[in-house]
C-alpha cells in the first residue's frame, strides 16, 4: 500500500490511472477504522482496479463544542487494516493543505441538509459536502462507497454528486453492527462500559418501530411512540430525534405506505450516536 | 462545428478527449456573443487542441427582479460568430436539464462575493460559482477563460478551483472597448440612443480616476470622489458603487501602495453597467 500526503501527487496519480482506464473506488474515512469501514473497503476493492481509502478528520464538519479535538486518531493501526484488506492507496492529508489560509468555498445540499441530523449539527453537512467534493476531485473515483449507518450523508454525497454533474458511481454499504446489534461506530469507544451495555437498546427501538410496520401499522406517530418508549427503558440515554421519512427526500411521511426510513440520535451520556432502519410496509 | 444540447453527450465527448491526451479549452457564456467573446474564444482556440464554447442563460444567477426573462437571446447569430471563429464544440442545455425538479446543490465562494456586485445582486455570485462548476464538470476542460469586465467573477472562479482543487486553468483576458472607450457587453443593447452617448463617461471617469494615481496620489477617498464627480457629468448616470480594493482580497484598501482594482458599477437609465480598471502607482 503507498501513503500518499500531497494532494497534487494523489491527484496526478489518480489521473494518469483513469487516462490508463483503470477503474478507481474510493472510500473517504477520518481514521479510527473499524468493521463497518473494512466491509466497505472490500467491496471498494473487489469492485475495481484500484482502491483507494482516504482518512482526514475534517475540521469543518465539527461544530465548536464537538469532538473534533478528542476524536479518535490511531493511524498506525489503520495503516495495518488498510494493508490487511489489500487497499493500494491511503490518502492522509494535512489540514493546512486542505484548508490553506484564505480558504472560502463552501458546498451546500439545501433540502437534504435541513432535518434528521441538520436540525442539531449546524454546517455538518456542508462540511462534509465540500470534504467530500475536494477528495472526489483528488481521487477522482469511478465509484464511492459510503455506510448506510451515515443514511443522510450518503443521500446527500449522492445528491451533489447529480446535482453537480460528478460522473462518480455513489454506492451504499450496510451499516455494520456488533453482535448485540449496536451499529459499529468510532465514537462507541467514548462509552463507559454501564454505556456500552445500555447502548443496544438503541437497535433494539428501531427493530421495534420495524415490527410495527411489519403488523400493517400505518400512522408514523404510533411507529414514533413506541420507539421513543423503548429507548426510555434508560435512563441513560436521551433523545436527540425519532423521525420517520422518505429515503430519497428525507422529509416526514404522513402514512406509511412504502418503504420509509426510522432515523434516530441519541446521547448516552456525552456520546452522540445515530442509527436508522428501511422499513418496508407489509404488501 | 458541432452543437451539443445533452450533458451527458458533451460530458463523454470531453472525458474521451482527455483520455486521448487532448487539452481542452472552455469559454463559458451566457450568448449574445459580442467582440469580448470572441477575443476569449480566439485565445481558447490559440491555446488547446479543442475549444467548447457554452451558451446558457443560467436562471440562478439573476435576480428576482433582475433581467433573466429578457436578457438578450440571438442563438442563429451566435452560431454563425462561432463558426467565424473556428470553436469546435457548442454546449447548449436547456434549463431543466441543467436545474431540474430537486435540484438543491449551491456553491459559496465566501469572502469574494460579499463586496462589490455581490452587496448589490445578492445570490449572484451562488448562482455563477454554481453553474461553473457543473460546467466545468460537464466540459472537463484544461483551461478556462473570462473576461476582466466581470473582474470579481473572475477571482470568485479562480478561488473556486483552487479551493474546491479542481485542476482546471483559469485565465483571464482584457476587456474588450469599443472605440469611445465603452466596455462591450451584451447589456449595452438596452441604452437608448441618448443612454449610449452618456455611457464612455463610465470608462473615462476610470481613467480619471487612473491619472491621480499616476500623480502619486495615494489616498483612496481622492480617488473615488474624482471618479464619482466624473461620473456625476451626466444626469443619466446614477452610481452603485465605486470601489478602489485589493485585486486578490478585494477588500477595500486604505492607502494605494501597490496594484489596486478602481471598480465600478452604475446604471444608465434601467441598465446596469460594470467595469473597472487595474492600475499600478508611480515607482
Known amino acids: ?20 482506464k483503470n477503474t478507481i473506488g474510493f472510500v473517504p474515512t477520518m481514521g479510527a477504522l473499524h468493521q463497518g469501514h473494512l466491509s466497505l473497503i472490500q467491496k471498494c476493492r473487489k469492485e ?3 482502491a483507494v481509502v482516504s482518512i482526514f478528520v475534517n475540521p469543518i464538519q465539527f461544530g465548536p463544542s464537538e469532538d473534533y479535538q478528542k476524536y479518535p486518531r490511531s493511524l498506525p493501526q489503520d495503516k495495518k487494516l488498510l494493508e490487511s484488506v489489500s487497499a493500494d492507496f491511503l490518502f492522509v492529508p494535512e489540514a493546512n493543505e486542505m484548508f490553506p489560509f484564505g480558504y472560502q468555498t463552501k458546498i451546500t445540499v439545501e433540502s437534504l441538509s435541513a432535518p434528521l441530523c441538520g436540525k442539531f449539527r449546524p454546517g455538518h453537512f456542508q462540511g462534509v459536502a465540500t470534504i467530500v467534493m475536494k477528495l472526489f476531485h483528488i481521487v477522482i473515483p469511478t465509484r464511492a462507497y459510503f455506510g448506510e449507518k451515515d ?10 454528486a447529480a446535482d453537480l454533474n ?6 451504499p454499504c450496510p451499516t455494520a453492527r456488533e453482535p448485540d446489534g449496536l451499529a459499529v461506530s468510532s465514537r462507541n469507544q467514548y462509552l463507559s462500559a454501564l454505556e456500552r451495555k445500555h447502548a443496544p437498546l438503541v437497535y433494539q427501538s428501531l427493530l421495534e418501530g420495524g415490527k410495527l410496520v411489519e403488523k400493517k401499522e400505518k400512522k408514523p406517530e404510533v411507529i414514533r411512540t413506541a420507539v421513543i418508549k423503548k429507548l426510555q427503558e434508560s435512563s441513560l440515554i436521551s433523545i436527540e430525534y425519532v423521525e420517520i421519512v422518505h429515503p430519497e427526500t428525507l422529509v416526514p411521511v404522513r402514512e406509511i405506505d412504502e418503504t420509509v426510513l426510522l432515523a434516530l440520535a441519541v ?17
Open 151 to 160: 443514511y443522510q450523508q450518503f443521500r446527500i454525497i449522492k445528491q451533489m
Open 48 to 50: 475495481n482496479d484500484t
Open 267 to 283: 446521547r448516552i451520556g456525552k456520546t452522540r450516536l445515530i442509527d436508522n432502519l428501511m422499513i418496508q410496509p407489509a404488501s
Open 166 to 171: 460528478l460522473p462518480v458511481e455513489i454506492l
Open 1 to 20: 500500500m503507498k501513503i500518499i500526503q500531497s494532494p497534487q501527487e494523489m491527484q496526478e496519480i489518480s489521473a494518469g490511472l483513469r487516462i490508463s
